[in-house]
């Protein structure tokens, strides 16, 4: 076994993750780029950070409204939410890390014009059951153990 000498340094900026990655889409079924690049907000992303701020002040808002309901010996009334209210919140959760897309994308099962980019835009674009295979591609990369991993040799 060969030892190192001992530098007392460990350099590690080289594991950042990127601030943000361009997922270039396949076209569902094939092993073929679409040509629709689509730009997605890393883990230090401002844009990243401030969704899981929301999420959080969400979370810690439900949790002490039912502490005090608890506390104050009353029942704590359970959020009237649907499946498709459960539904969009999950996808413009998701959509909510998108920074923008190149080009402007014509589904003509959608509409015959090219949809500009929002978060709005994006989530009801992605709500439609014909655009899963699109989402899901999105929701593989930003779940996958080497997400945002910046190529070799690079910070």
Request: hydrophobic fraction near 35%; include cysteine.
């Amino acid at each position: 076994m060969t030892t190192e000498p001992a530098t007392g340094i460990l350099d590690l900026s080289g594991t950042r993750p990127l601030d943000s990655f361009v997922l270039q889409t396949i076209i569902p079924g094939t092993s073929q780029k679409s040509g629709w690049n689509i730009e997605l907000a890393g883990p230090a992303h401002p844009t990243t950070i401030a969704l899981g701020s929301l999420f959080g002040r969400e979370t810690i808002e439900k949790e002490k409204a039912i502490e005090f309901a608890q506390v104050n010996g009353r029942k704590w009334k359970v959020d009237d939410e649907d499946q498709e209210d459960r539904k969009r919140k999950n996808v413009g959760r998701i959509c909510g890390r998108i920074l923008g897309w190149s080009p402007n994308p014509v589904f003509s099962f959608v509409q015959t014009e090219p949809i500009a980019f929002s978060v709005e835009a994006a989530t009801n674009l992605f709500l439609r059951p014909d655009m899963a295979r699109w989402l899901l591609q999105i929701t593989e990369y930003l779940n996958g153990e080497t997400a945002f991993t910046p190529p070799s040799g690079k910070t």
